[in-house]
């Protein structure tokens, strides 16, 4: 048995991404358990405490301490669920979501410092590796394998939208530049001026790479919100990626008080379509037209979103 060897990884490891002393190793107030807590707050389109004792596997007391320690330094707000008034929700607060966008920097500098001493040639062979750690040992607890992660666009995030919008379009659709530069003028839109409160990017993450991205914005009938720019990988296509970026969407927008929520996109996207109707969205117009080098037949689509209150 390879115990030993297996031992051996667990203590070089340990070291190697200090979790033994997180905080002083990613120059954070956080330990590696409330840094992994604040994670999944941020990534998740959802959460309550069940869902993160779970994920985590951590004792409910512990966790129930946790959380109450977040709530006094103004780092969550926590509720009754919408949906169970039994269970207790748990969100982010603005700061909240400052400290964990802080963390994941920090995290990012100190596994790219790693890297850097690695050689480029080994770089490949080590990330598969850990691959193939991750799954043999997830298939060896009945796990199912990891499922895309989703966060908040960090530094160059926003030009991978426009860029993978642009070939993947060209690639499968045929369309040309025209698309590009509209997908490049909503994006310097919501860069250069968007309400964070009201109005988010998500950043679909698999094994430390971008599958997807959606972006929810104000509409310009009141109360209403759009999802714009809807994108996975093809790689990552038929691990429910789309759905869970949809999903993300819908629920921010009802949490943050929108009435509705619109869409529009074109009829040849059907794997996009069949994801907005089973997220409950309805088709109330479609018009032809001429765009991006082809005939196409534009989409309205519209989901009423109960409880809303956004002017």
């Known amino acids: 048995m390879p115990v030993p060897e297996i031992r051996a990884f667990n203590r070089f490891y340990t070291n190697l991404i200090g979790a033994l002393d997180y905080s002083k190793h990613l120059y954070t107030p956080y330990t590696l358990t409330e840094s992994r807590v604040l994670y999944e707050l941020a990534h998740a389109p959802r959460t309550d405490a069940a869902d993160l004792r779970a994920e985590l596997s951590l004792d409910a007391g512990y966790l129930s301490r946790l959380l109450a320690k977040f709530e006094r330094e103004g780092l969550v707000e926590r509720a009754p669920s919408v949906l169970d008034s039994r269970r207790q929700r748990i969100t982010l607060t603005p700061a909240g979501r400052e400290a964990a966008a802080l963390l994941d920097e920090r995290s990012r500098e100190a596994v790219n410092a790693m890297l850097a001493k690695v050689d480029p040639g080994e770089r490949d062979r080590l990330t598969e590796a850990m691959r193939s750690v991750r799954e043999i040992l997830q298939r ?45 003028r909503i994006v310097a839109d919501f860069a250069q001026d968007h309400d964070p409160y009201l109005e988010r990017v ?37 691990l429910g990626v789309g759905r869970q970026l949809v999903d ?17 996109t074109n009829d040849v996207l059907a794997s996009a379509r069949k994801i907005y109707q089973g997220a409950g969205f309805t088709l109330v117009a479609e018009k032809p037209h001429r765009s991006y080098g082809a005939d196409l037949v534009g989409q309205d689509w519209r989901l009423s979103l109960s409880e809303g209150t956004v002017r």
């Open 248 to 264: 993300a969407v819908v629920a921010f927008a009802r949490e943050v008080g929108y009435r509705e929520l619109v869409l529009w």
């Open 140 to 184: 060896s607890r009945g796990q199912e394998a990891a499922r895309p992660a989703l966060r908040e666009p960090g530094p160059g995030d926003l030009g991978w939208i426009v860029q993978r919008h642009g070939a993947l379009y060209a690639a499968e659709f045929g369309w040309n530049t025209e698309f590009e530069g509209l997908i490049a």
């Open 202 to 238: 998500w950043i679909a993450e698999l094994d430390g790479s971008p599958v997807g991205g959606v972006m929810c914005v104000r509409d310009d009938a009141p109360g209403t919100a759009r999802l714009r720019l809807l994108l996975v990988e093809p790689s990552a296509r038929g």
